[in-house]
């Protein structure tokens, strides 16, 4: 196989992960309501989404009624879909641990990366 047709399949199997994900793991999820990571997880969570959904949370607090999970390893499962809202510096650390758990796709919505114009963010 090819260079590009291997790109293309992996692209092809990223995009319907993507779109259908067996499981979602939101990390950076917030049990505070007025946060953007508390309303994102609340979102999913009351969405009409079958599969499985896993909060991380560092404080393994309970969610909109939910539990979560302390750290990446204590997910009981490989991830397909991972949503990313920490700080950028975190970020680095945060996809190594999902690629141990064999995550398919990330999402990472962060600041701190090269659009502040600092070296230490465009490093990230």
């Known amino acids: ?17 993507l779109f259908n994900p067996r499981n979602v793991a939101y990390i950076g999820a917030s049990s505070a309501p007025e946060k953007f990571s508390g309303q994102a997880i609340r979102n999913i969570y009351r ?3 079958a599969g499985k ?24 499962e ?3 879909l991972a949503f990313i809202t920490l ?4 970020n680095p650390n945060c996809i ?3 690629a141990q758990k064999n995550t398919k796709v990330a999402i990472v919505s962060a600041g701190g990366f090269s659009e502040l114009g600092s070296e230490k963010g465009r490093l990230l």
């Open 78 to 80: 490989d991830i397909d």
């Open 53 to 76: 959904v896993y909060a991380v949370n560092r404080k393994g607090e309970i969610i909109d009624g939910h539990e979560s999970y302390c750290t990446i390893a204590d997910l009981p």
């Open 1 to 17: 196989m090819t260079q590009q047709k291997a790109e293309r399949k992996h692209t092809k199997e990223a995009v319907e992960i």
């Open 96 to 98: 190594r641990e999902l």
């Open 87 to 90: 700080g950028a510096a975190h």
């Open 47 to 49: 969405s009409d989404y």
